[in-house]
């Protein structure tokens, strides 16, 4: 199977604090995207990172990428109850073009009060 | 941004019937689009991409006389689930890629269509 590893598989943290998660994937990319599924629902985009990138803020989210190691990090600062979902990474080969996204495992993150 | 919107939410269905899913781009037209299934705690896994006025293609493994895909329009492609069974129950989503200048700018999903074959 081409699709990327998450850890930890689930997270459960209390509200305030911070929550990390890793992916690794196994092929070259052209970008990495983050991306968060809340119960029962869609995705939602977080953030992108391009393969030329090492680190990328978006508010409370810092995502970082080492191509070298094959391995990205999301970071939520500050969790809130509300982040509570799971989360996804996906690798994008191509560079441009409308193509298909190899997702991990994903990891459920629970930020309780 | 970007709007996908995908109907219906959920379905229940009776084994050996059909089922449509749509899915529609609201603001922007998408020539692709992705199928994608998902089960209970687990990840996504695509099923086939739908590109307008072209046949879809389909993953190794996924039955494409099972699994229809349409995608007649900039605005709209379906996933129809044929002679359902059980075994066809599960989270289905899809999903268009955000592109401008030629550079992806991430992917919008559906909300995704929960389906029960009883």
């Known amino acids: 199977s081409q699709q990327g590893e998450e850890d930890p598989q689930a997270l459960s943290i209390q509200e305030g604090e911070n929550a990390t998660m890793n992916c690794s994937y196994k092929?070259?990319?052209?970008?990495l995207q983050w991306y968060r599924q809340n119960s029962g629902r869609g995705l939602v985009h977080l953030i992108l990172?391009?393969?030329?990138?090492r680190e990328k803020h978006s508010g409370r989210l810092r995502v970082t990428l080492d191509t070298s190691k094959k391995s990205s990090s999301l970071l939520i600062t500050a969790s809130r109850a509300a982040d509570t979902a799971s989360y996804f990474c996906?690798?994008?080969?191509?560079?441009?073009?409308?193509?298909?996204?190899?997702f991990g495992t994903g990891t459920r993150l629970q930020v309780t009060l | 941004g970007a709007v996908v919107s995908q109907h219906p939410s959920r379905v229940i269905c009776k084994s050996g019937t059909s089922v449509k899913i749509e899915c529609r781009s609201l603001?922007?037209?998408?020539?692709?689009m992705f199928w994608y299934r998902q089960f209970p705690k687990q990840s996504l896994m695509l099923m086939a991409t739908?590109?307008?006025?072209?046949?879809?293609?389909?993953e190794q493994g996924v039955e494409k006389d099972k699994f229809l895909i349409n995608h007649a329009s900039l605005t709209l492609s379906t996933l129809t689930v044929t002679s359902a069974h059980p075994e066809d129950s599960s989270f289905y989503i899809c999903?268009?890629?955000?592109?401008?200048?030629?550079?992806?700018?991430?992917?919008?999903f559906g909300s995704g269509t929960r389906l029960t074959v009883v």
């Open positions: 092929t070259s990319i052209n970008n």
């Open positions: 990172i391009r393969s030329n990138e």
């Open positions: 739908s590109n307008e006025g072209s046949k879809a293609t389909y």
């Open positions: 999903s268009a890629p955000g592109i401008s200048g030629g550079l992806s700018y991430g992917y919008t």
């Open positions: 996906a690798t994008d080969p191509n560079t441009g073009t409308a193509s298909k996204l190899t």
């Open positions: 603001d922007f037209q998408a020539t692709t």
